[in-house]
């Protein structure tokens, strides 16, 4: 799956997540979907919100993983932070990322010309291995 959004276009985010939906509906389980649709909506929305310019948005399957990337024309780097009680809903994405992601990052294009935020989860969904972990 391949998607640009275009900048402030939020309208998008949905239309990216119906997207993803439909790539991973026969290929992962009902858990990682849910977790995949909620981790892209935050990283493909603080891609628009936090840049002046759109984004890229990708998404395969390969060898039981699902990876998504989200490329954006800032260099600025961002990390997770708990916001303070007071800030509402704002700020809480890239956290929900480092939970809930088997894998994460923030990858720099050469000259500050971006950056890739990604993540992956596998496809038999990471409830699955918690609750065979647990038995």
Same mark, same amino acid.
């Given at each position: 799956?391949?998607?640009? %959004?275009?900048?402030?276009?939020?309208?998008? =985010?949905?239309?990216?997540? /119906? #997207?993803? &939906?439909?790539? @991973?509906?026969? !290929?992962?389980?009902?858990?990682?979907?849910?977790?995949?649709?909620?981790?892209?909506?935050?990283?493909?929305?603080?891609?628009? %919100?936090?840049?002046?310019?759109?984004?890229? =948005?990708?998404?395969?399957? /390969? #060898?039981? &993983?699902?990876? @998504?990337?989200? !490329?954006?024309?800032?260099?600025?780097?961002?990390?997770?932070?708990?916001?303070?009680?007071?800030?509402?809903?704002?700020?809480?994405?890239?956290?929900?990322?480092?939970?809930?992601?088997?894998?994460?990052?923030?990858?720099?294009?050469?000259?500050?010309?971006?950056?890739?935020?990604?993540?992956?989860?596998?496809?038999?969904?990471?409830?699955?291995?918690?609750?065979?972990?647990?038995?």
């Amino acid at each position: 799956m391949a998607r640009s %959004v275009r900048r402030a276009d939020l309208k998008a =985010v949905g239309e990216v997540r /119906r #997207a993803l &939906r439909e790539l @991973v509906r026969h !290929r992962c389980r009902g858990e990682t979907a849910e977790v995949a649709e909620l981790l892209i909506t935050e990283v493909v929305t603080n891609a628009l %919100v936090h840049t002046d310019q759109g984004a890229e =948005v990708s998404a395969t399957v /390969r #060898a039981g &993983r699902l990876r @998504v990337e989200v !490329r954006d024309h800032a260099a600025r780097l961002p990390r997770p932070h708990v916001p303070s009680a007071d800030d509402g809903t704002h700020g809480r994405g890239l956290v929900l990322v480092q939970a809930l992601a088997d894998a994460w990052g923030v990858d720099p294009l050469a000259m500050g010309r971006g950056k890739v935020v990604w993540f992956e989860l596998g496809a038999a969904g990471a409830a699955a291995a918690a609750g065979a972990a647990r038995a």
